[in-house]
Each structure stands twice: as structure tokens, then as C-alpha cells.
């Protein structure tokens, strides 16, 4: 097209583009935002994954010298949760602390709550059943599961109390028009202290004497007590140490939810079972690793398929893994 002007003919080019170029741009924009979205998910799934990861270390410090089902670990989980909201509304309404002091105190109530339960499960509970039936722990385990439940059900007289949003800026790892792949601050906060946590316990327990204590208990108890090793305060340690890393999960879940319901410790101690169960009790590295790996999972069924069919699947992949890999995988040594 062409007018006229002080210099003859102009040439006007025309701004619109054509419909095979916006077709074009249209696509590009449509899988740019596929891309960020499935970027989102990942994103998501590194936060859900630590958690796991965490519990999954903790547990099996104590399985791996145990080789029993412990339906507990999921409610100390849980339990520590909720003592840490309590007692995180105990001190801002009751002894007026500030809200930072007031989490510091819900923190140190959750570990010493997390020690004393350890403490009596390990002292009470395992070593009498030790060398008796599976079943025997099984059922002890689960009593325990639902006393904890209800205890943190009485003690917040049957409602939920929640956090207040902390640390809930959001933090852009890409962006594009119309759509931003974040995560919060707290996410951030909390997938570096149990990559830290994991790190740091993995590089110990390869080199401590502990270390070498309890992969030596996990091999084989009785050589090991022939060695001169205290086959008793090895497992004290690690059920101490694995009450820990459920205190601290739960600590981290709380904060970032805001709250732990009551029934929530038999789902992620279910969860936290199988996954281990699938691989193996002999590293607890190995699975946190797997465990971090079926969060991830579910982040990415929870972004792409129906929520309310995760869980169903999640257990049936996870059942049907266990049934594929069978009981050979706890024949080597622990490493």
C-alpha cells in the first residue's frame, strides 16, 4: 500500500501480522507456558519431595536395625506438628512472646517431645518386642499411632488452630506474560535445610563410629555385640536420631501449611512405609533419595491428572514396585 507525500510515493508497512505468523506465535506462547507450568510442578515437587526425604531417613535409621513395620513414625510426625502449633499459640497468648520467639519455643517443645517419645518407644516398646513376632510390633505401633492421634485430637479439643502466613513472599525462577513459576520463601527456606540436614547426617554417618556401628547392627546384631559393639546403644541412638527427623519434618510442615491435622500421620507414615519398603532399609541416603523422588511424582500427577485419584495410584505404583523388585533387595550390607 502507498500515499502520497512531499516526496512522492510512501511505502506503508503494515503492523498486523499475518495469520500464519500470529498462528505461529500463538503456539510458541502455548508451549512457553507448558513449559513454565511444568517447571511449576517440579518447583513443588522439590518442597513436597524434602519432606519425604526427611522422614524417609529418619526411618529407617531405626528399621534398618529394627527390620520391623513401624506404623508410629508417621504420628510422631504428626504429633510434633501439632505440639509445636500449641505450643506456639501457648506462648503468643499466654506468656505474650513475640511471634518469632514464639516459634523458636514451639520448635524446642517439638524436639524434646520428639526425644521423650523416642525414648520410650525405643526403651519400652522395640526391645521388649524385638526378638518376638513382627506382628507384635505392628499392633504396639499402630496402639501408639492412634494414642498419639488422640492426644493431639484432646489437647487442641477437636480443632485445627493455624499459623499465621510466614515467609510467604514469593520468589520468580521464570516468568513469562501471564504466568510466573515461584516458589515461597518458607519453600526455599525449608528444601535448603533438609538438603543440608541430609547432606550433613550422610557425610557422619559414612565416617562417625556410629555410622559404622549401625551399619555393622543392621548386618548382623549378634557379630556385632561379638565385636565389642553396643548393639543396644546403637539402636537407642538411631531411634533418638530418626525422632529427630520426624520432629524437624514436622516442624517444616507446620510452618508451611500453617497446620498438621490429627489424622495425618497415618498417610504420611503409610506413605513413608512403602517407599521405603520399596527401597530397602540398608541406606538411609538411598532413601531419602527415593523418597524425594515420589514427591516429585506426586507434584506432577497433582498438576496434570485428578487429585482425588493421587493417592490411589501413588499406593498402587508403589504396591506394585514391592511386588516387582521382591525380598532380595535387603541382601546386601548396608552401606
Known amino acids: 500500500m ?12 503494515s503492523s498486523i501480522p499475518s495469520p500464519q505468523t500470529a498462528s505461529r506465535l ?16 517440579v518447583l513443588n515437587g522439590l518442597h513436597s519431595g524434602a519432606l519425604y526425604a526427611l522422614l524417609a531417613f529418619g526411618y529407617v535409621l531405626t528399621n534398618g536395625i529394627l527390620h520391623r513395620t513401624n506404623l508410629a513414625y508417621g504420628a510422631l510426625f504428626a504429633f510434633c506438628g501439632q505440639a509445636m502449633i500449641l505450643s506456639v499459640a501457648f506462648a ?4 505474650w512472646l513475640t511471634l518469632l520467639a514464639s516459634v523458636l519455643f514451639g520448635v ?44 493431639s485430637r484432646i489437647a487442641a479439643d477437636t480443632h485445627d488452630l493455624w499459623l499465621p502466613p510466614m ?29 543440608a540436614a541430609v547432606a550433613l547426617a550422610t557425610r557422619v554417618f559414612a565416617r562417625s ?23 543396644r546403644a546403637v539402636f537407642r541412638r538411631a531411634v533418638l536420631f530418626g525422632g529427630f527427623c520426624a520432629a524437624l519434618a514436622g516442624v517444616m510442615a507446620s510452618l508451611y501449611y500453617g497446620n498438621v491435622s490429627f489424622g495425618s500421620g497415618l498417610v504420611y507414615g503409610l506413605k513413608i512405609l512403602f517407599v521405603t519398603a520399596v527401597g530397602g532399609y540398608l541406606s538411609p541416603p538411598r532413601a531419602a533419595l527415593g523418597a524425594a523422588a515420589f514427591g516429585m511424582a506426586e507434584s506432577l500427577w497433582a498438576g496434570y491428572f485428578p487429585i482425588e485419584w493421587r493417592d490411589a495410584w501413588m499406593y498402587l ?3 506394585a514396585m514391592l511386588i516387582l523388585i521382591g525380598t ?5 550390607k548396608a552401606v
Not at 500463538?26 to 510442578?41: A, P
Not at 503468643?92 to 506468656?95: A, D, E, F, H, R
Open 317 to 319: 505404583f508403589l504396591v
Open 209 to 231: 563410629n556410629f555410622g559404622r556401628c549401625w551399619r555393622a547392627v543392621c548386618d548382623d546384631p549378634r557379630a556385632a555385640a561379638l565385636c565389642g559393639v553396643d548393639v
Open 26 to 41: 500463538g503456539e510458541m506462547r502455548l508451549v512457553l507456558l507448558s513449559m513454565l507450568y511444568f517447571f511449576q510442578q
Open 2 to 13: 502507498q500515499i502520497s507525500g512531499a516526496y512522492g510515493m510512501v511505502p506503508i508497512v
Open 328 to 332: 532380595g533387595r535387603d541382601t546386601g
Open 92 to 95: 503468643y497468648q499466654v506468656l
Open 108 to 151: 524446642v517443645a517439638a524436639l524434646l517431645y520428639a526425644a521423650l517419645i523416642s525414648h520410650v518407644l525405643s526403651r519400652s516398646v522395640f526391645e521388649p518386642l524385638a526378638d518376638r513376632s513382627p506382628n507384635a510390633i505392628v499392633v504396639t505401633t499402630l496402639g501408639i499411632l492412634l494414642v498419639l492421634s488422640e492426644a
Open 167 to 195: 515467609l510467604a513472599e514469593p520468589m520468580v525462577f521464570a516468568e513469562s506474560p501471564g504466568f510466573k513459576a515461584t516458589l515461597t520463601l518458607i519453600q526455599v527456606l525449608d528444601c535448603a535445610v533438609v538438603l
